[in-house]
């Protein structure tokens, strides 16, 4: 039997299906540090978010253009990030969120709704 493939089939259409689970872990990553509520009170630099919060600044920034890219956060100008209306409902106190918990768990398996 032979493996017959189609003329458009590429392999960046594997890759990127694993984008939902990349993006999930760093959606659950900043829920987790409480990026939205640090960025409440206006934009901060990646090294001031990570000198505050006791993480390595290279990966918290990798993790900020992510979900920049998503539109969860804005980098307002080079390495300084601000909320936006999405990264509004990661606040604590927001009506209907319940924190990184809500998110699932780092491997992406669904919230338990017991």
């Given at each position: 039997?032979?493996?017959?493939?189609?003329?458009?089939?590429?392999?960046?259409?594997?890759?990127?299906?694993?984008?939902?689970?990349?993006?999930?872990?760093?959606?659950y990553?900043?829920?987790?540090?409480?990026?939205?509520?640090?960025?409440?009170?206006?934009?901060?630099?990646?090294?001031?978010?990570?000198?505050?919060?006791?993480?390595?600044?290279s990966?918290?920034?990798?993790?900020?253009?992510?979900?920049?890219?998503?539109?969860?956060?804005?980098?307002?100008?080079?390495?300084?990030?601000?909320?936006?209306?999405?990264?509004h409902?990661?606040?604590?106190?927001?009506?209907?969120?319940?924190?990184?918990?809500?998110?699932g768990?780092?491997?992406?398996?669904?919230?338990?709704?017991?």
């Amino acid at each position: 039997m032979s493996l017959q493939t189609s003329s458009t089939a590429t392999p960046w259409q594997l890759l990127g299906m694993t984008n939902g689970l990349i993006i999930h872990q760093a959606l659950y990553s900043a829920a987790k540090l409480g990026i939205a509520d640090l960025l409440k009170e206006g934009p901060q630099s990646s090294s001031d978010l990570a000198r505050n919060l006791n993480v390595n600044e290279s990966a918290l920034y990798r993790i900020l253009r992510l979900l920049a890219s998503q539109s969860v956060f804005e980098e307002k100008s080079p390495r300084t990030f601000a909320n936006t209306e999405l990264s509004h409902f990661l606040c604590t106190g927001v009506p209907g969120y319940d924190g990184p918990t809500g998110l699932g768990t780092p491997d992406g398996s669904a919230p338990y709704w017991g």
